[in-house]
């Protein structure tokens, strides 16, 4: 951390599914216009944060700032108006659908407050693609059933960063891709960087993070156990951070080591 304030920040996260506590008191920041990296092992509770800090659930304790200020998210409708997006693994795309549809999606320009503006919303959608640089996707009105993986993928983060304000989570977005689709990827995840948003990058190819992220965090047991500026960060001591075997930030010992993966993914 640069001692700026956090675009969005979670202190003392708790989230309990019966007897086991996916998160235990959770630390997570992440500042504007920097790709934070979130690791862990599965089970960790790296999907149970994302839930929680996008609206998706609701943390037992703890509390959530936005800009500084405490917020609460009942719905993920809360974290969409405050400017927050998140990409989870299945995309959320409509198949029969064409790019510009689901860049739109739930949130249609109309006509008339009627008809659909299909060509206003494929005009703004070829403009804000073009602006993100994504050039893998060259007809929008192409079914999205229709695209490589690669191109899925860049749809639904090109979708995220056309209504992001502050924050877009990106759960394993080079899961199952190529070389040359990975390597898309993170340029666009670096174009979004660089428009200002803060990116929270969750994966488990450390490679990716090396080459993309700006910070790292590692959750251990549903708590924050180590964090890394990019320099000082190596696949090594990555390894190390998520086997436990390695700690810069100070815990209390959890009270449930038991690694279930609650939440899809950990």
């Known amino acids: ?104 999606l739930g949130r249609e320009l109309r006509r008339f407050g009627v008809f659909n503006a299909r060509r206003a919303m494929r005009r703004s959608t070829i403009k804000s693609f073009a602006d993100l640089g994504v050039t893998t996707v060259q007809d929008v009105s192409a079914p999205v059933m229709s695209l490589s993986g690669g191109q899925r993928q860049a749809v639904a983060i090109a979708r995220s960063a056309m209504w992001a304000k502050r924050v ?38 450390l490679p990716d993070v090396l080459d993309v992220a700006d910070r790292v965090e590692v959750l251990r047991f549903g708590r924050r156990t180590a964090t890394f500026d990019r320099d000082d960060a190596t696949v090594e001591l990555l390894v190390s951070a998520i086997t436990g075997v390695y700690s810069n930030v100070a815990v209390e010992a959890p009270t449930d080591v038991t690694e279930i993966d609650i939440a899809g993914g950990g």
């Open 1 to 104: 951390m640069n001692g700026s304030t956090p675009v969005l920040e979670g202190r003392g996260l708790v989230r309990t599914y019966g007897t086991v506590q996916a998160l235990q008191g959770a630390d997570f920041a992440v500042e504007a216009g920097t790709v934070t990296a979130l690791i862990g092992d599965n089970g960790a509770g790296k999907s149970t944060l994302v839930k929680v800090l996008s609206g998706v659930e609701q943390p037992d304790d703890g509390m959530i700032l936005l800009d500084g200020q405490p917020v609460v998210f009942r719905t993920p409708m809360d974290a969409h108006r405050l400017g927050i997006e998140t990409v989870f693994q299945d995309l959320a795309l409509a198949p029969h659908l064409d790019a510009a549809a689901n860049a739109f």
């Open 168 to 205: 877009i989570f990106l759960d394993e977005p080079t899961a199952a891709l190529g070389v040359v689709q990975t390597r898309r990827v993170l340029d666009l995840i670096r174009q979004i960087r660089d428009r200002g948003l803060g990116v929270v990058l969750i994966t488990h190819t």
